[in-house]
């Protein structure tokens, strides 16, 4: 592949990759916003995700995470491993306590689901100040398995994807239907090109001769800078 050839590839993969992942982001707002309304009005919690022709791909799903363990009073809590546990504080220009120890608390906390500590050495049990059992947001999660991916790379092959596409690889806008998204594109679509040129420029130019072509080239490919 000639330099020019390989040029206006990147330039073309770049523009796309920009376009699908502003289409990515905005999809996912969508679909979190659609499966929280969901579950709010029928408990829906999971959806099956399928091409046109009704073929099964794969499944989205609402995750809600238990509640975790959270300090809400830093003092407090410091002051109680400060006085049960003072070998696991740091003392610096402030007192505070040990990294190791917070997460090692907070995660067996967690996974009592009460904010009291079982000493392992002693047997006792601990109710921490300071800590308290806080609600995590939900989120989505998207499975897709390795024959689910195999159907969409068909379908984009033979260009069944259809209104799936994002604008920037579907069909053109009509006159009037022009976005802000549309001319940023059109934007960086010009600046490519004109890069495009300039390196064609180069090639005619003779750039391939240059000593340090190699050098540019593992630069490019993350080697010697």
């Not at 046109?52 to 809400?72: F, N, W």
């Not at 069909?171 to 594109?185: C, F, I, T």
């Not at 130019?205 to 490919?221: K, T």
Request: proline share 4%.
């Amino acid at each position: 592949m000639s330099l020019k050839d390989t040029a206006r590839a990147v330039a073309v993969l770049s523009t796309l990759h920009a376009a699908i992942d502003d289409q990515l982001k905005n999809a996912k707002k969508e679909l979190e916003a659609g499966l929280r309304a969901a579950k709010a009005e029928t408990g829906t919690q999971k959806i099956s995700v399928s091409l046109d022709e009704g073929q099964d791909i794969g499944t989205v799903s609402l995750v809600q995470p238990k509640a975790a363990a959270a300090i809400t009073d830093a003092e407090q809590f410091t002051a109680w491993v400060l006085k049960n546990f003072g070998t696991e504080i740091d003392r610096k220009f402030v007192t505070s306590v040990k990294p190791g120890f917070q997460k090692k608390l907070l995660s067996q906390i967690t996974a009592a689901g009460v904010a009291e500590w079982a000493d392992p050495e002693t047997g006792v049990i601990h109710t921490v100040p300071g800590v308290v059992m806080q609600g995590r947001s939900a989120y989505t999660r998207l499975t897709v398995p390795d024959d689910g991916k195999a159907a969409i790379a068909q379908a984009w092959r033979e260009n069944r994807l259809g209104a799936t596409m994002p604008p920037a690889i579907g069909p053109a806008p009509s006159e009037g239907q022009d976005d802000g998204e549309a001319a940023k594109l059109r934007a960086r679509v010009a600046e490519l090109e004109e890069r495009d040129a300039w390196l064609s420029s180069l090639e005619a130019a003779g750039v391939d001769n240059w000593q340090g072509i190699d050098v540019a080239h593992e630069m490019h490919n993350g080697g010697a800078e």
